[in-house]
Antibody, heavy 118, light 113 residues
């Protein structure tokens, strides 16, 4: 069974940093692209960042570019999102999402809540 | 960026009746490889999104056959042939043809009348 388990969400002050982790299991992690997608509670889904299967290529939304960095460790079956210079508007549930090349985004984790507030 | 526009944003339906959600993209979603990367997701209250349909009309494993996807180019539709109570939630379309960014529709909230 495919499982994506996010962790690292917390309450942080504006300007602070946080690193999210997503542990994958139940599939060959190194074969898949991975994404982070966020959702303000009660609002819609917004794509944040993506990394290819070997970590050599990444893409990031303009709204977080220069502040957020996606990375992965295929030996640990884990994808990360380093979040720096956090803003109040970054408050959201962050989902780790798998991408089946050829079919697109498919499986989602349960999400981890990041709250940026003073 | 490709803008995805869903309608309606709220859809009250009667149990056992059909429902239809429209999704329009700001440009054709036909990729250079000939595929159209348009997916549909369901998000039940308090849950993570779950993919229902990929590449316009392919139903994911375990998805009831009352769900179907259709469309081409810029116009796409998700249909529920007979709405059941467990179908309550928010439905999103998403394009993966022109990236980055991957873009979602605003979501359509399906509720029972």
């Amino acid at each position: 069974e495919v499982q994506l388990v996010e962790s690292g969400g917390d309450l942080v002050q504006p300007g602070g940093s946080l690193r999210l982790s997503c542990a994958a299991s139940g599939f060959t992690f190194s074969n898949y692209w991975m994404h982070w997608v966020r959702q303000v509670p009660g609002k819609g889904l917004v794509w944040v960042s993506r990394i290819n299967s070997d970590g050599s290529s990444t893409s990031t939304a303009d709204s977080v570019k220069g502040r957020f960095t996606i990375s992965r460790d295929n030996a640990k079956n884990t994808v990360y999102l380093q979040m720096n210079s956090l803003r109040v508007e970054d408050t959201a549930v962050y989902y780790c999402v798998r991408d089946s090349v050829g079919e697109g985004i498919d499986c989602w984790g349960q999400g981890t809540l990041v709250t940026v507030s003073s | 960026d490709v803008v995805m526009t869903q309608s309606p944003l709220s859809l009250p339906v009667t149990l056992g009746q059909p429902a239809s959600i429209s999704c329009r993209s700001s440009q054709s979603l036909v990729s250079r490889d000939g595929n159209t990367y348009l997916n549909w997701f369901q998000q039940r209250p308090g849950q993570s999104p779950r993919r229902l349909i990929y590449k316009v009309s392919n139903r994911d494993s375990g998805v009831p056959d009352r769900f179907s996807g259709s469309g081409s180019g810029t116009d796409f539709t998700l249909k529920i042939s007979r709405v059941e109570a467990e179908d309550v939630g928010v439905y999103y379309c998403m394009q993966g043809t022109y990236w980055p960014p991957w873009t979602f529709g605003q979501g359509t909230k399906v509720e029972i009348k």
